[in-house]
C-alpha cells in the first residue's frame, strides 16, 4: 500500500513540474476553444534560443572533459542512441496503425537523453557514495545527437522512397538497377537534416561550446531563462497536440505499450554497453549505471522542438506524449522503488 502511496505522490508531483504542467496546459486551453496563439516567428525564436543553449551546455561539458577517458563510452553512448532507433523501427513503427512519421519522432525522443533524469540518477549516487566519472555529463549529446539524426535520416529516407516509388509506378528498387543506389539518395537527405535549422542550430552549439569560450554568455543569457521559454515552447506544444489528438484514435494503446516497455529493453541495452566499456577501457561502474539512466530516458526538452521543425508532419500527440507523459517516469519510479 505505501509503494502504490509513492507512486501516486510521484506522479502528481510529475504532472506538476513545468515541463509537463505547461503541456497540459496547452492541451486544456485547446479544449477549450481558446484563440490563445503564440505567433510563429516567437516560436522559432524560443526553438533556436533554447537549442543553442542545449548544445553550448554539452560542448562546454565535452571541452572540460579527458578526450582520451572520453572516446569509449562516448562510442558506446552513440551506439545506444542509434540502436535504440532502429529497435524502433522493427517493433513500434510496424505496428498497425502506427504511422513511420509518427513512430519515427517517437522513437527518436526515446533514443535522445532527458538530462533532468540523468542529473536525478547521479544525485542518487551521490547520495549513495557511488563514484562515477567526471565527463558522465558530456555523454549525453552523443546518444541524444545520434539518435535523433537516425530517426530523422530514416524517416526521410522512407518519404522519399515513397515518392520515387509513386513516380515510377512502383518500380523502384535500391541499389542498383533501375532504381536509384542507396547512397543517391541518403546523402542529400543526411546534407538536407544537417543544415535544417533544429539540427544546425545545436551542431553549431555543440561547436562553440567545444572549441569557443561561451561561458559567460552562456550564463547571462542562455541558463537564466531556459525554462521559461521551455514552458512557452511546451504550451505551443500541448495546443497542438490537442488538435490532433484524433489522429490517435484506435492506435493510442500502442504507444502507451512502448512507453511503458521501451525504457526498461532501453536501459538494459545501455546497461550491456556500459559493461563493454567498463571492460574495454575501465568505464566506473557509477559509469555504467548512469549509461543505463540515460539509455531507459527521453528527451523532454531539445528533442520534442527539434522532431517539430525536422518531421512537421508527425503527431506530437504520439510522440510528445509517449516520451513526457509516460516514457520518462519509468527511470525515477525504478531508482526510487529499486527495481532494477
Excluded at 106 to 116: I, P
Excluded at 296 to 316: E, F, H, K, V, Y
Amino acid at each position: 500500500m505505501e509503494m502504490i502511496a509513492d507512486l501516486a505522490a510521484t506522479f502528481v508531483a510529475q504532472l506538476q513540474k513545468p515541463t509537463l504542467a505547461f503541456l497540459i496546459g496547452g492541451m486544456v486551453l485547446a479544449a477549450l476553444g481558446s484563440r490563445l496563439a503564440v505567433p510563429e516567428p516567437v516560436y522559432k525564436f524560443i526553438v533556436l534560443v533554447l537549442l543553442l543553449k542545449v548544445g553550448l551546455g554539452a560542448g562546454i561539458a565535452v571541452r572540460e572533459s579527458s578526450l582520451t577517458a572520453l572516446l569509449i563510452p562516448a562510442l558506446a553512448a552513440a551506439a545506444v542512441g542509434v540502436g535504440i532507433v532502429l529497435l524502433g523501427l522493427v517493433t513500434l513503427v510496424r505496428l498497425r496503425g502506427v504511422t513511420l512519421d509518427d513512430g519515427m519522432a517517437t522513437v527518436g525522443l526515446f533514443g535522445a537523453v532527458s538530462a533532468s533524469t540523468l542529473a536525478a540518477g547521479m544525485a542518487m549516487l551521490d547520495a549513495e557514495g557511488i563514484s562515477y566519472e567526471g565527463f558522465i555529463g558530456a555523454l549525453y549529446p552523443f546518444m541524444d545527437v545520434a539518435a535523433l539524426l537516425t530517426a530523422i535520416i530514416l524517416a526521410r529516407l522512407a518519404a522519399e522512397r515513397r515518392a520515387a516509388t509513386a513516380v515510377s509506378g512502383g518500380t523502384m528498387a535500391l541499389g542498383g538497377g533501375r532504381g536509384l543506389p542507396i547512397g543517391k539518395l541518403v546523402r542529400p537527405i543526411l546534407v538536407d537534416t544537417v543544415q535544417s535549422p533544429a539540427i544546425s542550430a545545436r551542431l553549431l552549439g555543440l561547436a562553440l561550446g567545444i572549441f569557443a569560450r561561451p561561458d559567460a554568455v552562456y550564463e547571462s543569457f542562455y541558463e537564466p531563462l531556459f525554462r521559461g521559454r521551455l514552458s512557452i515552447l511546451m504550451l505551443i506544444m500541448g495546443m497542438e497536440a490537442w488538435s490532433r489528438l484524433s489522429e490517435l484514435k484506435g492506435v493510442a494503446q500502442a504507444y502507451i505499450a512502448y512507453a511503458l516497455a521501451a525504457p526498461l529493453v532501453h536501459g538494459a541495452l545501455g546497461f550491456g554497453a556500459g559493461l563493454l566499456a567498463h571492460h574495454l577501457a575501465g568505464f566506473s561502474g557509477g559509469g555504467v549505471v548512469l549509461l543505463a539512466v540515460m539509455a531507459a530516458s527521453s528527451s523532454d526538452i531539445s528533442g520534442p522542438p527539434t522532431m517539430r521543425a525536422s518531421l512537421p508532419q508527425a503527431n506530437p500527440s504520439a510522440y510528445v506524449g509517449a516520451s513526457t507523459g509516460l516514457g520518462r517516469r519509468w527511470p525515477s519510479y525504478r531508482s526510487r522503488f529499486g527495481l532494477p
